[in-house]
């Protein structure tokens, strides 16, 4: 892997700007917090009201959310466009104008269908790619800012507080949402979505004045890529580290995601968990998600561990070990049943995941900046494509599977440990190419992540 950008002066980032302070990061993880929030108001809450309140096949959401993942192959030339610019702002700000109209339509859609079948879930249709679309400019172009003005010993704890707030964003919206759309009716499912949407751009807008001081124009940005989106592309996937990082991501993320819609089924069918038991349970496997990031996010500072083991490749390869182990404990636990201790073991598998996750994320940021020209954000892109193509598939995969295995083995408990071992061998397979991605050659230390200030609190998130 070479550089291609110079390096910048000290006290700036390698775009040249002055580097983003704990603030800063903090204003672009309130607007990861307002993307969240109508992501989770259009996945959840519409998909809720669709299945229960309208008795609609399951499937209607399913596939309006697949679609919205698929839709994500657009993040490169997202990215694409903020590098000719030079600017990430309008980017970010366009894609959260599309995302709140995307909101605020998939909600009108549903107060549609009763009356309107066909032409409700037209309009849910078109409602969920303006999601796809507005997520792919908007979240591509956040993660680009981080990867242009963050410090190197500052990129982990940035990944874990804009991610945190991220998730701070779905359960505010979500809890908030319950809580004003009961009793349902059509009127306050208008309201909750114009109010989530208003409230996401107000604070976008906020968040971003003169956010982007310093950064360079269209006219010094726009050498590199003026030969045009697929020769910049074509570009960025021949480089090595682009393309090495690019297969990383899908098959860690599919891995990462296929166990999210059989996890509770499981403890259900083989454990003997109620509904409320087994919620719990998803509940421990995202504290652990929790502990795993903030420990790597500690870690990235290099004054806990020390620099050696700050290394963002020891903690993505050791990660991925970690959560195939976990998930072959979890084809133990469909061998052993109700003996085997499930809730650690759920909670040592968030942990694995969070540790990878948020690590992956920090190096994601690094590379954006490294290769021939000024092309972070069509490097960002590329990677934003291979998750969202992972996580849209990665469930589909998990239950297709689990529903085949069934199939042909005896007993549920079976075939739901053949779909783990599946998992963590896909693990296996993301710890080798983990530890095959290049390292810095920084002096500070082999990974470049020097000794640097206290994470206050940071968190991040893709």
Same mark, same amino acid.
């Given at each position: 892997?070479?550089?291609?950008?110079?390096?910048?002066?000290?006290?700036?980032?390698?775009?040249?700007?002055?580097?983003?302070?704990?603030?800063?990061?903090?204003?672009?993880?309130?607007?990861?917090?307002?993307?969240?929030?109508?992501?989770?108001?259009?996945?959840?809450?519409?998909?809720?009201?669709?299945?229960?309140?309208?008795?609609?096949?399951?499937?209607?959401?399913?596939?309006?959310?697949?679609?919205?993942?698929?839709?994500?192959?657009?993040?490169?030339?997202?990215?694409?466009?903020?590098?000719?610019?030079?600017?990430?702002?309008?980017?970010?700000?366009?894609?959260?104008?599309?995302?709140?109209?995307?909101?605020?339509?998939?909600?009108?859609?549903?107060?549609?269908?009763?009356?309107?079948?066909?032409?409700?879930?037209?309009?849910?249709?078109?409602?969920?790619?303006?999601?796809?679309?507005?997520?792919?400019?908007?979240?591509?172009?956040?993660?680009?800012?981080?990867?242009?003005?963050?410090?190197?010993?500052?990129?982990?704890?940035?990944?874990?507080?804009?991610?945190?707030?991220?998730?701070?964003?779905?359960?505010?919206?979500?809890?908030?949402?319950?809580?004003?759309?009961?009793?349902?009716?059509?009127?306050?499912?208008?309201?909750?979505?114009?109010?989530?949407?208003?409230?996401?751009?107000?604070?976008?807008?906020?968040?971003?004045?003169?956010?982007?001081?310093?950064?360079?124009?269209?006219?010094?940005?726009?050498?590199?890529?003026?030969?045009?989106?697929?020769?910049?592309?074509?570009?960025?996937?021949?480089?090595?580290?682009?393309?090495?990082?690019?297969?990383?991501?899908?098959?860690?993320?599919?891995?990462?995601?296929?166990?999210?819609?059989?996890?509770?089924?499981?403890?259900?069918?083989?454990?003997?968990?109620?509904?409320?038991?087994?919620?719990?349970?998803? =509940?421990?496997?995202?504290?652990?998600?929790?502990?795993?990031?903030?420990?790597?996010?500690?870690?990235?500072?290099?004054?806990?561990? =020390?620099?050696?083991? =700050?290394?963002?490749?020891?903690?993505?390869?050791?990660?991925?070990?970690?959560?195939?182990?976990?998930?072959?404990?979890?084809?133990?636990?469909?061998?052993?049943?109700?003996?085997?201790?499930?809730?650690?073991?759920?909670?040592?598998?968030?942990?694995?995941?969070?540790?990878?996750?948020?690590?992956?994320?920090?190096?994601?940021?690094?590379?954006?900046?490294?290769?021939?020209?000024?092309?972070?954000?069509?490097?960002?892109?590329?990677?934003?494509?291979?998750?969202?193509?992972?996580?849209?598939?990665?469930?589909?995969?998990?239950?297709?599977?689990?529903?085949?295995?069934?199939?042909?083995?005896?007993?549920?408990?079976?075939?739901?440990?053949?779909?783990?071992?599946?998992?963590?061998?896909?693990?296996?397979?993301?710890?080798?190419?983990?530890?095959?991605?290049?390292?810095?050659?920084?002096?500070?230390?082999?990974?470049?992540?020097?000794?640097?200030?206290?994470?206050?609190?940071?968190?991040?998130?893709?």
């Amino acid at each position: 892997m070479h550089a291609g950008n110079r390096a910048s002066p000290p006290g700036t980032g390698h775009s040249g700007a002055p580097p983003f302070g704990w603030l800063s990061i903090a204003r672009l993880g309130l607007i990861q917090a307002c993307l969240g929030g109508i992501v989770v108001l259009a996945t959840s809450t519409l998909n809720r009201i669709m299945v229960v309140e309208l008795a609609l096949p399951a499937l209607l959401p399913g596939l309006l959310v697949a679609m919205h993942y698929v839709v994500q192959v657009l993040r490169p030339r997202m990215g694409f466009g903020s590098d000719r610019s030079g600017r990430c702002t309008p980017w970010i700000l366009g894609g959260m104008l599309v995302l709140a109209a995307g909101g605020m339509l998939g909600a009108l859609a549903v107060t549609l269908m009763p009356e309107a079948l066909a032409g409700g879930i037209a309009l849910s249709v078109l409602a969920f790619l303006l999601i796809g679309v507005g997520v792919s400019a908007s979240g591509t172009s956040v993660l680009v800012l981080l990867a242009k003005r963050v410090q190197p010993d500052r990129r982990a704890g940035a990944a874990t507080l804009v991610w945190l707030m991220m998730i701070a964003g779905f359960a505010v919206t979500a809890g908030t949402a319950g809580h004003l759309l009961d009793p349902y009716s059509e009127e306050r499912l208008l309201a909750v979505a114009a109010g989530v949407a208003a409230v996401a751009i107000v604070t976008t807008v906020l968040m971003l004045l003169r956010l982007e001081r310093g950064a360079p124009r269209a006219s010094q940005a726009s050498d590199d890529t003026a030969e045009g989106f697929r020769v910049t592309l074509r570009k960025v996937w021949r480089e090595p580290s682009a393309r090495h990082f690019t297969v990383f991501v899908f098959i860690s993320m599919l891995a990462f995601s296929a166990q999210d819609l059989i996890l509770e089924p499981f403890a259900g069918t083989v454990f003997g968990y109620t509904p409320g038991q087994s919620t719990k349970l998803s =509940g421990l496997q995202h504290s652990g998600i929790l502990v795993g990031m903030l420990l790597v996010a500690l870690a990235g500072s290099g004054r806990v561990f =020390g620099r050696r083991l =700050g290394s963002l490749r020891f903690w993505t390869v050791s990660g991925c070990i970690a959560s195939g182990l976990a998930l072959a404990g979890l084809v133990a636990a469909g061998l052993v049943g109700p003996g085997w201790p499930l809730d650690l073991n759920v909670m040592l598998l968030g942990a694995a995941n969070g540790a990878f996750s948020i690590a992956a994320i920090a190096s994601m940021m690094r590379l954006a900046g490294e290769g021939e020209g000024h092309r972070e954000g069509t490097r960002m892109g590329l990677w934003g494509a291979a998750q969202a193509l992972a996580f849209g598939s990665g469930g589909l995969l998990g239950t297709a599977l689990s529903d085949l295995a069934r199939l042909v083995l005896q007993h549920p408990a079976q075939a739901y440990a053949l779909v783990f071992a599946v998992e963590a061998l896909l693990f296996v397979v993301s710890a080798r190419l983990a530890g095959q991605i290049e390292e810095p050659s920084l002096p500070a230390s082999a990974d470049g992540i020097k000794a640097g200030p206290d994470l206050q609190g940071e968190a991040a998130h893709a």
